[in-house]
T-cell receptor, first 116, second 110 residues
Framework: NAGVTQTPKFQVLKTGQSMTLQCAQD?????MSWYRQDPGMGLRLIHY???????DQGEVPNGYNVSRSTTEDFPLRLLSAAPSQTSVYFC???????????????FGPGTRLTVT | ELKVEQNPLFLSMQEGKNYTIYCNYS?????LYWYRQDPGKSLESLFVLLSNGAVKQEGRLMASLDTKARLSTLHITAAVHDLSATYFC??????????FGKGTHLIIQP
């Protein structure tokens, strides 16, 4: 298993540009989520999905879109990049909340994004 | 709104010493996580605590959970330099996902 993979690892954007951060997992997990990490603030939830076709907003969703067309993939789209979106982005997955869930949250390696 | 507070936020200690990191949270939850993060790296899962009184140990690290007090502790025994990292606690908020503390930056000096 590759676990949770993210691409790219690094990205520099100009203000106003758009891009998609890719996230994939090969563990057949139902629950996937995106967090951003800023210095001194821990991680904050952007969007999450409880299964294919179902997404919802987290704590800081403005400026981001997501979709979940397959169980494996959960891309995060920046519609019009702003300097305030400079951050490290982590994707995570888990096998849901059911009785047999391990409750583990598996994090990807992260994407370091700079918006100039 | 779920709030998670860690303290201390910065800790410098000597090898061989013991210390405890505290994690307080504001509303009821049935799951608490501890993660380790090295500079420039992702989060490494240390412990998942699922019930009141839960205690887990791995090497020199031991985590406990008191759901009534809404408090978790991460205890470090006889610290070694390799444990230098940033440690996060995170509380599961159901549909709100994980709410993280700000992290404890731990430096262990010889």
């Amino acid at each position: 298993n590759a676990g949770v993979t993210q691409t790219p690892k690094f990205q520099v954007l100009k203000t106003g540009q758009s891009m998609t951060l890719q996230c994939a997992q090969d563990m057949n997990h139902e629950y996937m989520s995106w967090y951003r990490q800023d210095p001194g603030m821990g991680l904050r939830l952007i969007h999450y999905s409880v299964g294919a076709g179902i997404t919802d907003q987290g704590e800081v969703p403005n400026g981001y879109n997501v979709s979940r067309s397959t169980t494996e993939d959960f891309p995060l789209r920046l519609l019009s990049a702003a300097p305030s979106q400079t951050s490290v982005y982590f994707c995570a997955s888990s096998d849901g909340t059911g009785f047999r869930s391990s409750y583990e949250q598996y994090f990807g390696p992260g994407t370091r994004l700079t918006v100039t | 709104e779920l709030k998670v507070e860690q303290n201390p936020l910065f800790l410098s200690m000597q090898e061989g010493k013991n210390y405890t990191i505290y994690c307080n949270y504001s509303t009821t939850s049935d799951r608490l996580y501890w993660y380790r993060q090295d500079p420039g790296k992702s989060l490494e899962s240390l412990f998942v605590l699922l019930s009141n009184g839960a205690v887990k140990q791995e090497g020199r690290l031991m985590a406990s959970l008191d759901t009534k007090a809404r408090l978790s502790t991460l205890h470090i025994t006889a610290a070694v330099h390799d444990l230098s990292a940033t440690y996060f606690c995170a509380v599961w908020g159901g549909a709100d996902g994980l709410t993280f503390g700000k992290g404890t930056h731990l430096i262990i000096q010889p």
